[in-house]
């Protein structure tokens, strides 16, 4: 049984409306993402609109050291989301793979789509952004299923890494939310139980701090 007498009343109805509207059908990647604020930007946005996985790959030494301060910097967020650390490019993407039908990257491409062309609300979906100078990798793109753009009419043609991941991440909460996918819980229940534990434990560290 878990003890939840430290929990008042409306955060534990804020902690079972957030695991109901956990999208467990979209995922973000981050690939060698090299600035700490903005990890930690896109970890608040994934709370935000209930993406709970997000994986980070890190095939650059240089970035470990910065990503593990971004995770130090973030707790607020990190204490709600689920984060996945691989140095392993290949086996990232097996584990993306054996959890989501589509795996697309933030890349521009000549047979690249508009963000506003695809279809959050069919498939499970994993989205990749890539490094702020270099983009997403050749490597992982090898893997993608397929590229997409977020339409700009601007000078500059590209925008910084927390503020693409979060206009991406809200036209798939408008699709998904349009549908009728947020409010029904879709995490089984066995997952949902040691998500509960795992934010109820988090609470009571955080109170007797």
């Known amino acids: ?18 695991i109901a509207n956990r999208q467990t059908d979209l995922a973000v990647v ?3 993402i090299g600035d700490v604020h903005n ?8 709370d ?4 709970q996985d997000i994986y980070v790959l890190n095939t650059d030494e240089l970035i470990a050291d910065i990503q593990e301060k971004a995770f130090r ?5 990190n204490r709600w989301v689920t984060v996945h650390q691989y140095e392993n490019l290949e086996e990232c993407v097996r584990a993306l793979k054996a959890k989501y039908q589509k795996i697309y990257c933030t890349h521009l491409s000549t047979d ?22 270099k983009g ?7 893997y993608c299923d397929g590229n997409f753009i977020i339409p700009q009419v601007g000078m500059i043609k590209s925008l910084n890494i927390s503020v693409a991941c979060a206009v991406t991440l809200y036209e798939a909460f408008r699709q998904k939310n349009a549908a009728g996918q947020y409010g029904i819980q879709k995490m089984a229940e066995a997952d949902a139980d040691v998500l509960w534990e795992r934010w109820s434990q988090k609470v ?3 109170i007797q701090k």
Do not use: W
Not at 12 to 18: P, V
Not at 39 to 46: D, E, G, Q
Not at 116 to 132: H, I
């Open 204 to 206: 009571k560290g955080k």
């Open 30 to 32: 981050m690939e060698n």
């Open 73 to 77: 910097s973030s707790r607020s967020a």
């Open 48 to 51: 935000a609109v209930g993406v």
């Open 1 to 18: 049984m878990i003890d939840i007498s430290h929990l008042t009343p409306e955060r534990k109805a804020r902690m079972q409306s957030a």
């Open 136 to 142: 997403v990798s050749a490597e992982m793109l090898q």
């Open 112 to 133: 690249a789509k508009s963000l506003y062309e695809l279809d959050f609300t069919q498939d499970a979906v994993a989205l990749v952004f890539g490094n702020e100078q």
């Open 39 to 46: 990890i930690a930007a896109v970890m608040r946005t994934c």
